[in-house]
């Protein structure tokens, strides 16, 4: 059975997962939700991910918060003062 999930709206959507190869040759799986049943259709939400949904109603794969990675995105690392970088050298 079909991951589904039913936003505020009322509308259905189906979780699916896909491969695909990146510029560096390194594989990764995406994952999208339509509201039909496609090719890569996926049966539970994966480890790690919890559907959210956004500010139009429609329903986003999000990482689980708190799973202890402790890594922070480039955009949001800061330096040893507090400071706030961009991630670029200077």
Do not use: C
């Not at 491969?19 to 480890?47: C, M, S």
């Amino acid at each position: 059975m079909a991951f589904a999930y039913t936003n505020s709206k009322g509308q259905t959507y189906y979780l699916h997962g896909r491969e695909v190869q990146l510029n560096n040759d390194h594989q990764r799986t995406i994952y999208f939700f339509a509201k039909d049943q496609r090719d890569g259709v996926l049966n539970t939400v994966p480890d790690g991910w919890q559907v959210m949904e956004g500010r139009n109603a429609l329903p986003v794969l999000a990482k689980q918060e708190g799973n202890g990675s402790g890594s922070k995105s480039k955009s949001a690392r800061s330096n040893a003062n507090g400071k706030r970088s961009n991630g670029r050298k200077r």
